[in-house]
């Protein structure tokens, strides 16, 4: 993520307009058929709510019909818990006899009486806040999982937990990272098998040497390890851990220099199918993205960018599938997955899904991998389509970034990211929460700028067009770009930056109907869920939460909560009363953006909590406002050269602008510090003084030097911000 769209995105109070531009259907245009649930291949989620994905097939679907698309209109706040604290929330909770377990920052679990919202029990995992700078997108945590009276969750640090759901007190506890020196972090659900808790990390795009991506299992009573599954080969001198790696080492090409560690993170996505009995998840992007920086040619680079297929036994991979050979556009491959009976060639085959990041719908045997079906649900210009007897994507021009700065669709953020679909058997549709986001995207070491180097970008940087670009204020830095006019002329009429939600038919491989749910600049709205009450539910940036009708998208009715809305909605019943609960908080992968200006939370505490609605419910309070948001407060008197400042401005862009942006967001805006911490800022970056708030030491990484260079330019800017805003003041 680059300091230039931060940067850019101060600038500009461009509203996100929630537009709606429904494309309707009839309901004959739907599968006979997908009335019952005999789409879903194990029972979907009622009254309980016993998976994150309600169900094993991780669906995001209820049975439940109380609440329907006849009623939905009288929805309103039954209950709301207020978390504690104010980073980005992720999971969606569970709920199993009339208790909700869910997590939130850190891996922190809390259960509460799904009646009434009152705490039963905290479960703190201590986790070490220097661990913080490993967290590649916010200390986020997308929720927990529940077995025989059992509770577990990965904390942010790589610790698995196992907590008795009575009172939350840990059983076991086992460290999953294999080594602490790389910059490794547990941010994903965990998933169960027969007997197992499987659990992955991330870490592909942090530190200069990123980390391996591996997924390993562990004993469910006892916590005992069972066996590892590396998803990248280890380092050429290095001996293979299992026979996988030998194939995978081979695509790599001869000339892979072992310092890299290879990327292929497991961050999200883990699925198990008790009846093949096997765990499919799928994997990261390569690290770095570019080979030029290794000297060496471009290769597949197994088994990155791909979905795997592991025996839940013992580890061995049954089957793999790469969606995007030689990643080099942060295509992870890691979105959740589905798993579903569908017709395909005239017969019912069980299936696996996914909308993957790289902007193609992919649909799997789920017994053997064979690719059933590869369909772009958005705008996509870095392949023409997926070549069905190879598997293969066929490049265009674009894909190639290496000598030229291209506008890339989708983006890093991808067509598809984190934030779950939902499959309603009833309509047979897929609810898609997609992005409609291309990113100028090239090789920062031949491109003309200042920068060579962008934590959690290597040596490349792709930045998202949107209402703030502005190629002037960028060109010192990363050097020409296109201008937003010529990246314009390819979709005329089209806001270059938009989210959808999209209802995607897997059969037909088409689009039914869609909302554009926000535009111009990236509103990061949330998940969906669906119901056999022919509802769905989606979350908005804005602050909105919304119910459409599954069958015809049209709209029936929003709640405006005060709060951002990332994570995915849930249902579920107690004592004869459906509910909906839904988490709330910004942050994730928009913690160094500034919360977007429609949004509610721009001027509202970023508090997160917890909100239940149910029929006839009352209205939602919103958080306390924010305590002048937009003021700059006096800066010291400080005396540095232009070339300092310069100096400055380049440093933090490399390795501050990850978290730190310049307005209201989730981290603090730097260049609005008070006095005291002004006065302990080389102590804060070098030291750790405010390592509890989670701002670890950046010692290894900039010199006093730098971090002199750095508050200079900090200082500048709250110079210049304080003096407009003292003109503006005295012109009144």
Known sequence: MSYSNLRRASLGLVSVLALCNAMILPSSALHAGMSDLSAVPYP?????????????????????????????????????????TERGQEATPLVIDGVMYTSGVWGIVYALDATTGKLLWQFDPGVDPMSARNACCDTVNRGVAYRDGAVFVASEDGRLHALDAKTGAEKWTADTIINRKQAYASTGAVVLTSDAVVIGNSGSDLGDGSSRGYISAWDIKTGAFKWRFFTVPPAPDQPFEHPELALAAKSWGPNRDGKYQNGGAVWDGLSYDPQTDQIVFGTANASPYLRVKTGSERHDDLFNASIVAVSAKNGRMNWYYQETPGDSWDYDAVQKFIFANLPFGGETRRVVMQASKNGFYYTLDLKSGKLLAADAFTYVNWAKGVDLATGRPQFTEVADYSHKAKNVYPSWAGGH????????????????????VPNVIF???????????????????????????????????????????????????????????????????????????????RGYDGGVLSTAGNIVVQGRGDGTLWIYNATTGQPIKSIQTGSHIMAAPMTYKVKGVQYVAVQTGYGGSGISFPIPPSSAAYLNQNTNRILVFKLGGGAVP??????????????????????????GEEKFTEYCSRCHGFGPGVAPDLSRLPTEIHEMFNDVVLKGTLAQLGMAPLNDLVTKDDVDAIHAYLIDQQRQGYEAQHKKTASK
């Not at 990211?417 to 409609?436: E, K």
């Open 443 to 521: 090789n920062m070491a031949g491109n003309g700028g200042a920068l060579s180097h962008l934590e959690g970008f290597f040596n490349a940087d792709g930045i998202i067009p949107d209402e703030t670009y502005d190629t002037a204020g960028m060109k010192r830095l990363f050097g020409a770009l296109p201008e937003k006019s010529e990246l314009q002329k390819e979709r005329p009429g089209t806001k270059l930056v938009r989210e959808i939600l999209k209802a995607w038919d897997p059969v037909t491989r088409k689009v039914v109907w869609q909302h554009v749910t926000s535009e111009g600049n």
């Open 622 to 647: 919103p958080p306390d406002k924010r305590v002048n948001p937009f003021d700059y407060p006096e800066p010291p008197k400080f005396t540095a050269t232009a070339a300092m400042i310069a100096h």
């Open 44 to 84: 979907v989620a009622a009254e309980q709510w016993p998976y994150v994905g309600g169900d094993q097939a991780g669906t995001w679907f209820s049975a439940l019909t109380d609440i329907n698309d006849s009623n939905a209109g009288q929805l309103g706040l039954a209950w709301a818990y207020e978390m504690g």
């Open 417 to 436: 990211t984190w934030n779950p679909m939902s499959f309603s058997p009833r309509t047979g549709l897929v609810y898609i929460p997609s992005l409609d």
